[in-house]
């Protein structure tokens, strides 16, 4: 074996070790947030004003939510790193709740960018997936924001074809560079981002072939979209229940 063969396995052998070291210690101050959110919890239930109690409640759920997300995705880079595989625990869900939950969480920045969401959700069954399904349109979502810094319109669909559900995320941006095209998917490649780390569309790219499903893309100036497929649920199997499911 050459040198640089050795070196690389070496680099690649030591960059695992880190990446469980790293999901390890992230785990920590995750662990003292969510204490924090317990505490909120109880020191909310003494919120006099029903309204607003139920509207702080509705949102430390979301924060109580996104902590235990991001514990979950620190314990899969320890997984990842050991053994070279996504460890999915795929559940029953509405379709389009992952799109739907992405678009929420950028709302309110998106109000202030002048973007306008439109959900045309036109498939609403079942399908399987992981949890982590979510940071798929999470990533697609905050492309498609920032490739409309004047603002624009941002189109989130689902539909059914045949097996699969289909995702489409299209936003009327100043489209992907010419020079770009065709290797989005590779680590470490960036949208032309300064501050990018060229993880984003790879992982997004990862985790939906672990789903047995494939993501593609057509993009021109003003028009860019992402195209997402998925394995549906078959129509006969029972569905499980649980808080996550619901849209």
């Known amino acids: 074996m050459q040198s640089q063969e050795l070196t690389g ?15 390890h210690n992230i ?10 959110v317990q505490l909120l919890e109880i020191m909310m239930s003494r919120v006099e004003d029903e309204k607003l109690r139920k509207m702080m409640q509705d949102y430390l759920k979301q924060v ?16 990842y790193a050991r053994t070279g595989e996504l460890n999915l625990d795929k559940r029953s ?11 929420e969480a950028f709302y309110g920045r998106a109000t202030k960018a002048g973007v306008e969401m ?10 399987r997936a992981d949890m982590r399904i979510e940071t798929v349109f ?25 097996k699969y559900v289909v995702y489409v995320v299209e936003d009327t941006g100043k489209g992907i560079p010419e020079e770009l095209q065709g290797k989005l998917f590779a680590e ?13 569309l790879y992982s997004a ?40 499911l619901q849209p």
Do not use: C
């Not at 785990?27 to 924090?36: E, H, Q, R, S």
């Not at 439109?118 to 399908?127: L, S």
């Open 118 to 127: 439109v959900k045309e959700f036109e498939y609403t069954g079942f399908m």
């Open 9 to 23: 396995l070496r680099r690649q052998a030591m960059i695992g070790s880190q990446a469980t070291v790293l999901a």
């Open 188 to 200: 470490g490649a960036t949208m032309g981002k300064d501050d990018g780390t060229g993880l984003g």
């Open 138 to 162: 999470e990533n697609l979502v905050k492309n498609a924001m920032e490739a409309m810094p004047e603002g624009g319109t941002l189109t989130g669909r689902t539909a059914r074809d045949g």
């Open 205 to 244: 790219n990862e985790i939906v072939k672990a789903h047995g499903g494939s993501v593609g893309y057509n993009s021109k100036p003003g028009r860019t979209a992402f195209i997402i497929k998925i394995p549906v649920i078959s129509d006969a199997e029972p569905h499980d229940s649980g808080e996550y």
């Open 27 to 36: 785990k920590n101050p995750l662990t003292g947030a969510d204490g924090y």
């Open 93 to 103: 869900l509405q379709a389009h709740y992952p799109l739907n939950k992405a678009m």
């Open 64 to 79: 109580a939510r996104s902590v235990d997300r991001a514990v979950g995705l620190a314990r899969d880079i320890g997984h």
